[in-house]
Nanobody, 111 residues
């Protein structure tokens, strides 16, 4: 059984940084793209960043230059380093691999 679990969310002030983690059990991330999404209150889920199976990374324009996705396949963990957070980044953050999703971790940024 494959399970993903996000962690690292929290309540921070604008300008702060957070690092989210996504860990996998039942399957390694190796050979799969891993994507971070987020859903803000009252909004649709949106793409944030992806790390392809070859390690290439792509970002939403709204986070480019502030967020960094990285993966440690040996540790079965994918990270999302978030800097210069602003209230518009407030959302539930989810990681996705193949058809699997984690339950999400809440990020709240106060102004």
């Amino acid at each position: 059984q494959v399970q993903l679990l996000e962690s690292g969310g929290g309540l921070v002030q604008a300008g702060a940084s957070l690092r989210l983690s996504c860990s996998a059990s039942g399957r390694t991330f190796s050979g799969y793209p891993v994507t971070w999404y987020r859903r803000a209150p009252g909004k649709e889920r949106e793409f944030v960043a992806v790390s392809t199976k070859s390690g290439q990374t792509y970002y939403a324009d709204s986070v480019k230059g502030r967020f960094t996705i990285s993966r440690d396949d040996a540790q079965e963990t994918v990270y999302l380093e978030m800097t210069s957070l602003n209230p518009e980044d407030t959302a539930m953050y989810y990681c996705n691999m193949d058809q699997y999703w984690g339950p999400g971790t809440q990020v709240t940024v106060s102004s």
